[in-house]
Protein backbone atom coordinates (compact mmCIF):
# COMPACT_ATOMS: atom_id res chain seq x y z
CA UNK A 1 0.00 0.00 0.00
CA UNK A 2 1.28 3.61 -0.49
CA UNK A 3 2.14 5.85 1.93
CA UNK A 4 2.87 9.53 2.43
CA UNK A 5 5.38 11.30 5.02
CA UNK A 6 5.75 14.28 5.80
CA UNK A 7 8.31 16.04 8.26
CA UNK A 8 8.74 17.69 10.62
CA UNK A 9 5.01 18.20 11.88
CA UNK A 10 5.51 21.15 13.90
CA UNK A 11 7.75 23.94 13.24
CA UNK A 12 8.74 27.50 14.85
CA UNK A 13 11.32 29.92 12.72
CA UNK A 14 12.13 33.22 12.63
CA UNK A 15 11.64 35.48 10.18
CA UNK A 16 14.55 35.70 8.27
CA UNK A 17 15.54 32.45 8.63
CA UNK A 18 15.85 29.24 5.97
CA UNK A 19 13.03 26.82 5.40
CA UNK A 20 13.23 23.12 4.21
CA UNK A 21 10.03 20.78 4.51
CA UNK A 22 10.06 17.13 2.97
CA UNK A 23 7.68 15.09 1.89
CA UNK A 24 8.29 11.04 0.60
CA UNK A 25 5.99 8.80 -1.10
CA UNK A 26 6.42 5.09 -0.47
CA UNK A 27 4.61 2.18 -2.37
CA UNK A 28 4.42 4.14 -5.97
CA UNK A 29 6.66 5.14 -8.55
CA UNK A 30 6.39 8.42 -10.97
CA UNK A 31 3.48 9.39 -8.87
CA UNK A 32 2.71 13.22 -9.29
CA UNK A 33 3.52 15.19 -6.64
CA UNK A 34 2.08 18.83 -4.91
CA UNK A 35 2.49 21.45 -2.05
CA UNK A 36 -0.43 23.04 -0.52
CA UNK A 37 -0.79 25.86 1.86
CA UNK A 38 -3.61 26.49 4.08
CA UNK A 39 -3.66 29.77 5.52
CA UNK A 40 -5.82 30.14 8.87
CA UNK A 41 -9.48 30.38 8.06
CA UNK A 42 -8.82 30.26 4.30
CA UNK A 43 -8.77 27.21 1.63
CA UNK A 44 -6.18 25.06 0.43
CA UNK A 45 -3.62 26.79 -2.08
CA UNK A 46 -2.07 25.05 -4.65
CA UNK A 47 1.82 25.80 -4.30
CA UNK A 48 3.43 24.16 -7.01
CA UNK A 49 3.54 20.55 -8.80
CA UNK A 50 5.85 17.98 -10.05
CA UNK A 51 4.84 15.23 -12.53
CA UNK A 52 9.13 13.90 -12.83
CA UNK A 53 12.30 14.20 -11.24
CA UNK A 54 13.68 18.02 -11.67
CA UNK A 55 10.39 19.11 -13.26
CA UNK A 56 8.61 21.65 -11.54
CA UNK A 57 5.73 23.86 -11.63
CA UNK A 58 5.12 27.52 -9.98
CA UNK A 59 1.27 28.29 -8.91
CA UNK A 60 1.97 31.63 -6.56
CA UNK A 61 4.86 33.53 -6.73
CA UNK A 62 6.66 33.89 -3.68
CA UNK A 63 9.94 33.27 -1.40
CA UNK A 64 9.34 29.60 -1.64
CA UNK A 65 10.63 27.39 -4.11
CA UNK A 66 10.77 23.39 -4.46
CA UNK A 67 12.70 20.57 -5.54
CA UNK A 68 12.13 17.01 -6.52
CA UNK A 69 15.58 15.40 -6.39
CA UNK A 70 14.19 11.76 -6.26
CA UNK A 71 11.32 10.24 -7.89
CA UNK A 72 9.24 9.99 -4.35
CA UNK A 73 10.78 12.73 -2.85
CA UNK A 74 9.77 16.74 -2.62
CA UNK A 75 10.78 19.14 -0.55
CA UNK A 76 9.92 22.36 -0.05
CA UNK A 77 12.45 25.36 0.79
CA UNK A 78 12.86 28.95 1.44
CA UNK A 79 16.03 31.09 1.75
CA UNK A 80 14.42 33.55 3.63
CA UNK A 81 11.60 33.16 5.42
CA UNK A 82 8.65 36.03 6.08
CA UNK A 83 5.63 36.18 8.31
CA UNK A 84 3.03 35.44 6.07
CA UNK A 85 4.22 31.95 5.68
CA UNK A 86 3.01 30.41 8.23
CA UNK A 87 0.43 28.06 7.97
CA UNK A 88 -0.10 24.44 7.48
CA UNK A 89 1.78 23.21 4.86
CA UNK A 90 0.37 19.93 2.88
CA UNK A 91 2.15 17.43 0.42
CA UNK A 92 -0.09 15.49 -1.26
CA UNK A 93 0.38 12.94 -4.59
CA UNK A 94 -2.04 11.42 -6.71
CA UNK A 95 -0.87 8.42 -9.18
CA UNK A 96 -2.06 10.28 -12.37
CA UNK A 97 -3.38 13.57 -13.39
CA UNK A 98 -7.46 13.88 -14.06
CA UNK A 99 -9.02 10.33 -13.20
CA UNK A 100 -7.84 9.55 -9.75
CA UNK A 101 -7.58 11.20 -5.85
CA UNK A 102 -5.13 13.10 -3.93
CA UNK A 103 -3.62 11.38 -1.25
CA UNK A 104 -2.43 13.44 1.24
CA UNK A 105 0.96 13.83 3.83
CA UNK A 106 -0.16 14.77 7.22
CA UNK A 107 0.87 18.01 7.26
CA UNK A 108 3.65 20.41 8.90
CA UNK A 109 2.10 23.36 11.03
CA UNK A 110 4.53 26.08 10.26
CA UNK A 111 4.53 29.37 12.78
CA UNK A 112 7.33 32.40 11.93
CA UNK A 113 7.80 34.19 14.76
CA UNK B 1 -15.97 35.45 -6.37
CA UNK B 2 -14.40 32.16 -5.46
CA UNK B 3 -15.11 29.25 -8.26
CA UNK B 4 -15.37 26.78 -5.60
CA UNK B 5 -18.20 27.73 -3.20
CA UNK B 6 -19.40 25.97 0.05
CA UNK B 7 -22.41 26.52 2.27
CA UNK B 8 -22.87 26.66 5.20
CA UNK B 9 -18.80 27.87 6.22
CA UNK B 10 -20.28 26.74 9.94
CA UNK B 11 -22.30 24.34 11.11
CA UNK B 12 -24.04 22.98 14.03
CA UNK B 13 -25.95 20.15 14.92
CA UNK B 14 -27.52 17.97 17.22
CA UNK B 15 -26.47 14.00 17.48
CA UNK B 16 -28.97 11.85 15.28
CA UNK B 17 -29.42 15.24 12.95
CA UNK B 18 -29.28 14.81 9.05
CA UNK B 19 -26.61 17.02 7.60
CA UNK B 20 -26.34 18.81 4.31
CA UNK B 21 -23.17 20.48 2.85
CA UNK B 22 -23.53 22.02 -0.01
CA UNK B 23 -21.13 22.95 -3.29
CA UNK B 24 -21.36 25.56 -5.95
CA UNK B 25 -18.90 25.59 -8.82
CA UNK B 26 -18.22 27.91 -11.76
CA UNK B 27 -15.95 26.45 -14.20
CA UNK B 28 -15.88 23.27 -16.11
CA UNK B 29 -15.10 19.98 -14.35
CA UNK B 30 -13.60 16.55 -14.79
CA UNK B 31 -14.78 15.52 -11.48
CA UNK B 32 -15.35 16.88 -8.03
CA UNK B 33 -14.10 15.76 -4.86
CA UNK B 34 -15.20 15.89 -1.17
CA UNK B 35 -12.26 15.68 1.71
CA UNK B 36 -12.31 15.46 5.47
CA UNK B 37 -10.09 17.46 7.90
CA UNK B 38 -9.98 16.84 11.33
CA UNK B 39 -8.98 18.99 13.75
CA UNK B 40 -4.97 17.74 13.66
CA UNK B 41 -5.27 18.67 9.84
CA UNK B 42 -4.88 15.13 8.26
CA UNK B 43 -7.30 15.25 4.86
CA UNK B 44 -8.47 12.27 4.25
CA UNK B 45 -10.65 11.93 0.55
CA UNK B 46 -14.09 10.81 1.31
CA UNK B 47 -15.66 10.87 -2.43
CA UNK B 48 -14.67 11.15 -5.98
CA UNK B 49 -17.42 11.61 -8.75
CA UNK B 50 -18.44 13.50 -12.17
CA UNK B 51 -21.92 12.31 -12.52
CA UNK B 52 -24.69 10.95 -9.87
CA UNK B 53 -24.50 9.83 -6.69
CA UNK B 54 -21.90 7.72 -4.54
CA UNK B 55 -22.72 6.34 -0.97
CA UNK B 56 -20.03 4.97 1.73
CA UNK B 57 -21.83 4.28 5.16
CA UNK B 58 -23.63 7.41 6.67
CA UNK B 59 -22.34 9.44 4.11
CA UNK B 60 -24.22 10.41 0.85
CA UNK B 61 -22.77 12.67 -2.27
CA UNK B 62 -24.48 13.66 -5.54
CA UNK B 63 -24.08 16.05 -8.24
CA UNK B 64 -25.64 17.73 -10.41
CA UNK B 65 -23.40 18.45 -13.36
CA UNK B 66 -26.05 21.05 -15.49
CA UNK B 67 -26.61 22.72 -12.33
CA UNK B 68 -23.03 23.20 -11.35
CA UNK B 69 -23.38 22.04 -8.25
CA UNK B 70 -23.23 19.30 -5.13
CA UNK B 71 -24.19 17.64 -1.70
CA UNK B 72 -22.66 15.73 1.24
CA UNK B 73 -25.34 14.41 3.53
CA UNK B 74 -24.42 13.04 6.78
CA UNK B 75 -27.36 10.70 7.93
CA UNK B 76 -27.51 9.67 11.65
CA UNK B 77 -24.54 12.63 12.65
CA UNK B 78 -22.77 11.93 15.42
CA UNK B 79 -19.90 14.11 17.13
CA UNK B 80 -16.85 11.80 16.03
CA UNK B 81 -18.00 13.24 12.07
CA UNK B 82 -16.55 16.85 13.32
CA UNK B 83 -14.60 18.16 10.93
CA UNK B 84 -13.85 20.14 8.28
CA UNK B 85 -15.25 19.65 5.30
CA UNK B 86 -13.47 20.51 1.75
CA UNK B 87 -15.29 20.39 -1.56
CA UNK B 88 -12.47 20.70 -4.83
CA UNK B 89 -13.19 20.43 -8.21
CA UNK B 90 -10.44 18.95 -11.12
CA UNK B 91 -10.72 21.72 -13.59
CA UNK B 92 -11.29 20.10 -17.52
CA UNK B 93 -8.86 22.56 -18.34
CA UNK B 94 -5.01 21.88 -19.53
CA UNK B 95 -3.89 22.36 -16.09
CA UNK B 96 -6.01 20.17 -14.91
CA UNK B 97 -5.56 21.16 -11.09
CA UNK B 98 -7.75 20.86 -7.75
CA UNK B 99 -9.37 24.13 -6.91
CA UNK B 100 -10.33 24.25 -3.02
CA UNK B 101 -13.78 25.96 -1.48
CA UNK B 102 -12.86 27.34 1.66
CA UNK B 103 -14.61 24.40 3.80
CA UNK B 104 -17.75 23.91 6.28
CA UNK B 105 -17.03 23.58 10.12
CA UNK B 106 -19.05 20.82 11.17
CA UNK B 107 -19.61 20.94 15.24
CA UNK B 108 -21.81 17.79 15.97
CA UNK B 109 -22.73 18.08 19.45
CA UNK B 110 -23.85 14.74 21.99
Known amino acids: SQTIHQWPATLVQPVGSPLSLECTVE??????LYWYRQAAGRGLQLLFY??????ISSEVPQNLSASRPQDRQFILSSKKLLLSDSGFYLC????????????FGPGTRLTVT | KNEVEQSPQNLTAQEGEFITINCSYS?????LHWLQQHPGGGIVSLFM???GKKKHGRLIATINIQEKHSSLHITASHPRDSAVYIC????????????FGTGTLLAVQP
Open chain 1, 92 to 103: AWEQDRGAYEQY
Open chain 1, 27 to 32: GTSNPN
Open chain 1, 50 to 55: SVGIGQ
Open chain 2, 27 to 31: VGISA
Open chain 2, 49 to 51: LSS
Open chain 2, 88 to 99: AVRGSGATNKLI
